[in-house]
């Protein structure tokens, strides 16, 4: 089984950026969790980070038939992006949606999710253990269907 581990913009600044809303760990420092997490888990994940939509959205196309499922956190293209919805419709990849804070303790606007509809489900709040938790999921629900 192979999973995506995408990250959307600013995700790169992890650690450095506003610390008391996204905590103090890095994005390799993420990743290092989930690999090591993926590996009990047997499972194989890729891993890809962008500031731009387009290349999100090419990333989702390039997965179909190469990867099982996505763990995306698509930081503010969640509140903005169609495009990133259609391009994972487009594929029908299961996908979970996750966050580091939890959105709906924040300002309205992020309260709003283009991909929360059509996911399998979201996960939000939880810092980096939110991709843990979400990556858990996905993997029991892809374990059942094959």
Known sequence: ????????????????????VYGADSLGEIEGRITRLAAELDVEVEFYQS???GALVDRVQAA??????VVINPAAYTHTSI???????ATALPFVE???SNVHAREPFR?????????LG???????????????????????IH
């Open 1 to 20: 089984m192979k999973i995506l581990v995408l990250h959307g913009p600013n995700l790169n600044l992890l650690g450095a950026r506003e610390p008391g």
């Open 51 to 53: 500031n731009s939509e």
């Open 64 to 69: 179909l038939g190469h990867c099982d499922g």
């Open 83 to 89: 495009a990133l919805r259609d391009a994972l419709l």
């Open 98 to 100: 996750v966050h580091l």
């Open 111 to 119: 309260r709003e999710s283009l991909l929360a509809d059509v996911a």
């Open 122 to 144: 979201t996960v939000c709040g939880f810092g980096a253990a939110s991709y843990e938790l979400g990556l858990r999921g996905l993997v029991a629900y892809l374990s059942r």
